[in-house]
Antibody, heavy 120, light 107 residues
């Protein structure tokens, strides 16, 4: 089955760090870009960041709201993408989704999401 | 950064009605515009990409149009299972911004 599964969410204090993982299966993970999208409780979707496939340089882009605090990386040998979140703020509280990206299809496959709560 | 503005923010329509949602980009994005459906408590689902191409498995009552700055998602005959929030997203270049969403309900 083609799927993405996120893990690593939980409750964390402001200023601390957390790393989310996204494991892909049923497809060649390295052929695709990966993205993270978050959704705060009761709010809309917010694009967080993006990592291109190695064929496109494996480069990253980030939303202004997380740039300098969040880092996306990938290990294609394990079919995993990571979202390292540092200096967490209460406003980072959200469900975090990973999504598969491949032009021209935008995000055609999504994980089920993992909840991150930043609170003291 | 390019802003994506959807309208309306919510709508209520009867089963069988034609429903239209618009998405406007503050600058041209060619046709790199996607539409997603998110049902309550569920994961977003890709409906349409490059403005007008229907994702595999999506019912043909959904259609998309537009290019440049103005885009439209149309549901030709609203069904009860279409109750959801719909989001547009630009993906010509980073940031891959989403619209604020349009909540569709049945009257």
């Amino acid at each position: 089955e083609v799927q993405l599964v996120e893990s690593g969410g939980g409750l964390v204090q402001p200023g601390r760090s957390l790393r989310l993982s996204c494991i892909g299966s049923g497809f060649t993970f390295g052929d695709y870009a990966g993205s993270w999208v978050r959704q705060a409780p009761g709010k809309g979707l917010e694009w967080v960041g993006f990592i291109r496939s190695k064929a496109y340089g494996g480069t990253t882009d980030y939303a202004a709201s997380v740039k300098g605090r969040f880092t996306i990386s990938r290990d294609d040998s394990k079919s995993i993408a990571y979202l390292q979140m540092n200096s967490l703020r209460t406003e980072d509280t959200a469900v975090y989704y990973c999504a598969r990206g491949a032009r021209p299809k935008a995000f055609d496959l999504w994980g089920q999401g993992t909840m991150v709560t930043v609170s003291s | 950064d390019i802003q994506m503005t959807q309208s309306p923010s919510s709508l209520s329509a009867s089963v069988g009605d034609r429903v239209t949602i618009t998405c406007r980009a503050s600058q041209g994005i060619s046709n790199y515009l996607a539409w997603y459906q998110q049902k309550p408590g569920k994961v977003p689902k890709l409906l349409i990409y490059v403005a007008s191409t229907l994702q595999s498995g999506v019912p043909s009552r959904f259609s998309g149009s537009g290019s440049g700055t103005d885009f439209t998602l149309t549901i030709s005959s609203l069904q009860p299972e279409d109750v959801a929030t719909y989001y547009c997203q630009k993906y010509n270049s980073a940031p891959w911004t989403f619209g604020q969403g349009t909540k569709v309900e049945i009257k």
